[in-house]
């Protein structure tokens, strides 16, 4: 096969490649899971026992409260 880049990579090279890929990968990774569970924490913080939750002074779902703390409108809550 012509090497038109004039790269010869050999096998180390190719492992050495796939390693940094699935650093970054499982690094982003898990970065998205601890932001889903701080997210998921303070919700439980807020949670009635019943489903609902108490934030700011109102009374919402659960689903209410997800959508308001994806929009950043969860920022001023006491436990």
Not at 10 to 24: A, P, R, S
Not at 50 to 69: F, L
């Amino acid at each position: 096969m012509p090497n038109y880049l004039g790269v010869n990579m050999g096998f180390e090279g190719f492992l050495g490649i796939l390693v940094v890929v699935v650093f970054f990968v499982a690094s982003a990774f898990f970065s998205y899971s601890e932001t889903v569970d701080n997210e998921n924490e303070q919700l439980d913080k807020l949670n009635d026992g019943m489903g609902n939750i108490i934030a700011d002074g109102e009374h919402m779902t659960s689903q209410e409260a997800e959508d308001a703390q994806a929009r950043g409108e969860l920022y001023d809550t006491y436990y």
